[in-house]
């Protein structure tokens, strides 16, 4: 679906409005769920990224932004920035399981108690593009896990051994005696009630503090005996100049130890236009998509198919699409070098997905294919884009359910936003699709911190802390606080939107002059309204 950014390439949709409500996979209202949608023939990883940045999301070639003042759940756009994140206390867990399985081979007991990466696309309200067959969407399973901030650094051996001895002297401990029965006066070393701290003793410390001071003590106690002291420092660090978190790297290599029963690898594998190894592989692949969409969401074993594990149709061709297909190439290079004053050389339609300042994969539709001891047991299908890698759906076999895959792909696709960042510095974001308050088991996104929700009204990225407190008391909120504040790229002029009308690319304002019958400026006003003045400008609208 999606292909290399720039003008080598175009974009071509078809809108369908979204006046119709439908049924809600999360509070499972009949017609409460209300979307606007919109089917890509073809889709520039530029254009897709500003369309997201907008707040639209794919299915496939289906591309959807809920309608949020309206709809019943509302849906926000969630990125994490991937270069600060830390692992939280759940996260270090489900490396633990992942790790203990490989190393001793034991899967634990019980359902997968992890987060699912998802495109939820049920919610889409999905429609069909002129020409084109019935297109089936499906929503991953979803789970409740308690929202929670990463942890702090993890206790070291010597830190445990230190605290088995007990709390330090000089830290005031308030517990209740054991041995003390209710109603006893308290002891008289206690302080009486209403009191307050004992202002004779010194304040409280965190142990940890306490005991990092000790280690220090000693160590400089041994080197002044040795004759060394000079290279002590005479006083105590503070802990936060001396301890470091430690990245989210070591801890999943941590989680694949060597010489172990099973091995656990991820590969990725381009699937538009699709790599050889993507075709190798992919009835392996849509054994496992098969068996989850049974399991997880009990669909019949003939529902399926094997369009829907690609995600992306990528043998997909419209007939009438395809006989104008070379004529509309012409056309849109005719039209960019007259109007825009193009280079001819920048015209030409081109498969190429590399970008000179991208990454070396280049920019696309992938799958992250799990093997273990070489055999596929999930896939992740993730978009890489000019600045963030966006996941889309995630499947897994159902036998590994326990090992809470979901939470362990999205950490991994964290870390491969990471690698990728280091070839293409404004690579930096990990898109987690959307985050819907409204809907407690969908709220385990906001876990990976730090993380923005995307203003449904001005489209400017706001701190999922400050965007918390009003979604407790609205569904519905405008993040950006700023009364003044407006969408950059908000609809200016729609005559100036690209269409493509009988295998001619024409501004909407020529098309417009041209057309016979009743005038459809409502819904192409509509249309630019929600992909924004640039967007308008580059992709071409079909109009029959």
Known sequence: MLKMAGSKSYTMVEYFGGDSGYRCGYCKNDEGNFSHGMWSHTMTVQDYQDLIDRGWRRSGKYVYKPKMNKTCCPQYTIRCHALKFQPSKSHKKV????????????????????????????????????????????????????????????????????????????CVTLRKDPEHVAGEPTTAGAPRAGMGADPGRPPCRKAKDLRKERRLQKEQN???????????????????????????????????????????????????????????????????????????????????????????????????????????????????????????????????????????????????????????????????????????????????????????SALREIAFTRQLQKQSPKLSFYYLGFYIHSCPKMRYKGQYRPSDLLCPETYAWVSIEQCIPQLENSRYARFNQDPEAEDSRVLKEVGRALVLHRRTVMPYATYSRKRKGSSDEAEVQQYADLVGQDCAERILLYRA
């Open 95 to 170: 490396l633990k399981k992942i790790s203990k399985f490989i190393s001793k081979g034991e899967l634990p007991k019980g359902t997968d108690d992890g987060e699912p990466m998802d495109s939820v696309c049920d919610q889409a309200g999905p429609r069909e593009p002129s020409s084109v067959g019935p297109f089936k969407v499906q929503r991953a399973a979803i789970t409740d896990i308690q929202n929670e901030l990463p942890e702090r650094p993890a206790t070291t051996q010597a830190e445990k051994a230190e605290a088995a001895d007990g709390p330090p002297t000089d």
């Open 222 to 408: 041994r080197q002044q005996s040795e004759g060394d002291a000079s290279i002590v420092s005479p006083t105590p660090l503070n802990p936060a100049q001396t301890t470091q978190p430690k990245p989210l790297e070591d801890f999943i290599n941590e989680s694949l130890p060597d010489n172990s029963p099973h091995r656990l690898e991820v590969r990725l594998v381009r699937s538009n236009p699709p790599s050889p190894q993507f075709k190798a592989s992919f009835d392996a692949s849509y054994q496992v998509y098969k068996l989850y969409q049974m399991a997880i969401h009990k669909d019949p074993p003939d529902k399926p198919s094997e369009s829907q594990v690609r995600l992306v149709p990528v043998n997909f061709k419209d007939p009438q699409f395809t006989a104008s297909y070379q004529q509309s190439v012409v056309l849109y290079a005719r039209y960019q070098m007259a109007i825009h004053g193009d280079d001819p050389s920048e015209c030409s339609e081109s498969e190429d997905e590399h970008s000179p300042d991208g990454p070396e994969v280049g920019y696309g539709s992938f799958h992250q294919q799990y093997l273990l001891d070489g055999r596929i047991v999930a896939v992740g299908v993730i978009d890489i884009l000019p600045t963030c890698v966006s996941s889309v759906y995630f499947y897994y076999h159902p036998d590994f359910a326990s090992l809470s895959l979901g939470s362990y």
